[in-house]
């Protein structure tokens, strides 16, 4: 239920890092050599308290230009609380965003090195 922007949050966040860590980034097939698939969305995972909470789930894969998986990694239930559901999803993609940053990014560049 997430907004359009909210889902943009990590695609910037991918985006960002490999940019950082010198992997150019292009938008056109045409010119990758390989290919960043990334499917996110949240969904209602309670409330209570007056706390809403939205539970986060994504998928990005890195494909080689045959579409063969070079990688592939699942984010399953990232919790998002806050006092109303926008709130709470806006919430989850923060948390996803750091995951992706961290140990996602890690298993990412290695791949593209072995």
């Known amino acids: 239920f997430g907004s359009p922007n909210q889902n943009r949050a990590l ?3 991918l985006t960002s890092a490999v940019s950082e860590r010198g ?3 292009c938008n056109a097939e045409g010119e990758a050599d390989l290919i960043i698939e990334l499917e996110s969305d949240t969904q209602r995972g309670g ?3 007056g706390f809403h909470t ?3 789930t994504a998928s990005v894969q890195l494909l080689d230009l045959n579409g063969d998986v070079i990688l592939h990694k699942s984010l399953d239930r990232v919790k ?3 006092l109303n559901w926008e709130g709470a ?3 989850a993609y923060s948390k996803a965003s750091m995951e992706i940053r961290g140990s996602f990014l890690q298993e990412l560049m ?3 090195y072995q």
Do not use: N, P
């Open 23 to 25: 992997v150019r980034v």
């Open 11 to 13: 695609e910037r966040a």
């Open 110 to 112: 290695e791949s593209l």
């Open 89 to 91: 999803s806006q919430a």
């Open 54 to 56: 939205a539970l986060l």
């Open 47 to 49: 409330e209570g308290q």
């Open 80 to 82: 998002g609380v806050q």
